[in-house]
């Protein structure tokens, strides 16, 4: 019965194929059937992946009020790990929006409410944003640590997709480092990864990263190349922020090679 009001397996096709705003509608009809028959905590909980798919669509501003009175409504019902789930999503939402210490602080309190309800997988997914967060303010000894944590632990649990996105981060870790045999193999390898897992927007990202680093070695048809389908596969998957960095990147590779 839930599983009817609810269409779970539509829901999360619509996610992972990249119908973004399917998802949503879907979410909040799962949502407003729950409210109508009095499951609360059922309808709180259809929320939390629309938090992640606002943010993956730019709505930025309609995904932090989302967050917000979600995490009320869980924290009131007494759900802390569905709390730590929005903890985590306002910690993306930040790290999105270059708010890297709030993101800090909110991948820190998603990471401690996980390891108390004994939730590696989130756990692992926590302390990844908290490194990608340190990262980006400059402490990268620090993250570099983290990441090297993260990794063992995804490893030692079978985590496959949680070690795609760390050596997605280490990467781009080693390229600001200089490190770009290191870097240009970890987003190598991370593409490959999400490719097999048929992830079209982690591999989306994934693409994009790896034409940024080639441009940054002005290795400029490999870095076109890439970034022209990192476009052409943002505009098919509703994903406008990330179209627009890539047709920026992708207009740097073009001036650079005489085509104005």
Same mark, same amino acid.
């Given at each position: 019965?839930?599983? !009817?009001?609810?269409? /779970?397996?539509?829901?999360?096709?619509?996610?992972?194929?990249?119908?973004?705003?399917?998802?949503?509608?879907? &979410?909040?009809?799962?949502?407003?059937?729950?409210?109508?028959?009095?499951?609360?905590?059922?309808?709180?909980?259809?929320?939390? /992946? !629309?938090?992640?798919?606002?943010?993956?669509?730019?709505?930025?501003?309609?995904?932090?009020?989302?967050?917000?009175?979600?995490?009320?409504?869980?924290?009131?019902?007494?759900?802390?790990?569905?709390?730590? !789930?929005?903890? =985590?999503?306002?910690?993306? @939402?930040?790290?999105?929006?270059?708010?890297?210490?709030?993101?800090?602080?909110?991948?820190?309190?998603?990471?401690? &409410?996980?390891?108390?309800?004994?939730?590696?997988?989130?756990?692992?997914?926590?302390?990844?944003?908290?490194?990608?967060? &340190?990262?980006?303010?400059?402490? =990268?000894?620090?993250?570099?640590?983290?990441?090297?944590?993260?990794?063992?632990?995804?490893?030692?649990?079978? @985590?496959?997709?949680?070690?795609?996105?760390?050596?997605?981060?280490?990467?781009?870790?080693?390229?600001?480092?200089?490190?770009?045999?290191?870097?240009? %193999? %970890? =987003?190598?390898?991370?593409?490959?990864?999400?490719?097999?897992?048929?992830?079209?927007?982690?591999?989306?990202?994934?693409?994009?990263?790896?034409?940024?680093?080639?441009?940054?070695?002005?290795?400029?048809?490999?870095?076109?190349?890439?970034?022209?389908?990192?476009?052409?596969?943002?505009?098919?998957?509703?994903? /406008?922020?990330?179209?627009?960095?890539?047709?920026?990147?992708?207009?740097?590779?073009?001036?650079?090679?005489?085509?104005?």
């Amino acid at each position: 019965y839930v599983e !009817k009001l609810a269409t /779970p397996d539509v829901t999360i096709a619509d996610i992972i194929g990249g119908r973004l705003t399917e998802a949503a509608s879907a &979410l909040d009809r799962a949502a407003r059937r729950f409210r109508r028959v009095g499951q609360a905590h059922h309808a709180a909980q259809t929320q939390v /992946p !629309k938090i992640m798919v606002l943010g993956i669509m730019g709505r930025h501003a309609e995904a932090a009020a989302c967050a917000e009175h979600t995490l009320c409504e869980l924290n009131r019902l007494g759900d802390p790990r569905a709390a730590a !789930k929005v903890c =985590l999503n306002l910690g993306s @939402l930040a790290m999105r929006r270059d708010f890297y210490t709030d993101a800090a602080r909110h991948y820190r309190a998603a990471a401690a &409410l996980f390891s108390r309800a004994g939730d590696r997988e989130h756990s692992v997914m926590a302390d990844i944003g908290l490194a990608d967060a &340190l990262s980006a303010t400059g402490d =990268l000894d620090e993250a570099a640590r983290r990441y090297a944590r993260a990794r063992m632990r995804a490893v030692s649990h079978g @985590l496959p997709v949680l070690e795609a996105m760390i050596d997605e981060s280490m990467a781009l870790l080693d390229l600001s480092c200089g490190r770009y045999r290191d870097a240009l %193999g %970890g =987003l190598e390898r991370s593409r490959r990864c999400y490719e097999q897992l048929h992830m079209p927007q982690q591999l989306a990202i994934a693409e994009k990263q790896l034409g940024d680093a080639y441009l940054e070695l002005r290795l400029l048809p490999e870095a076109t190349a890439l970034l022209e389908e990192a476009v052409s596969r943002f505009d098919s998957l509703a994903m /406008p922020d990330d179209q627009a960095w890539a047709m920026a990147q992708l207009g740097r590779a073009r001036a650079l090679q005489g085509h104005i």
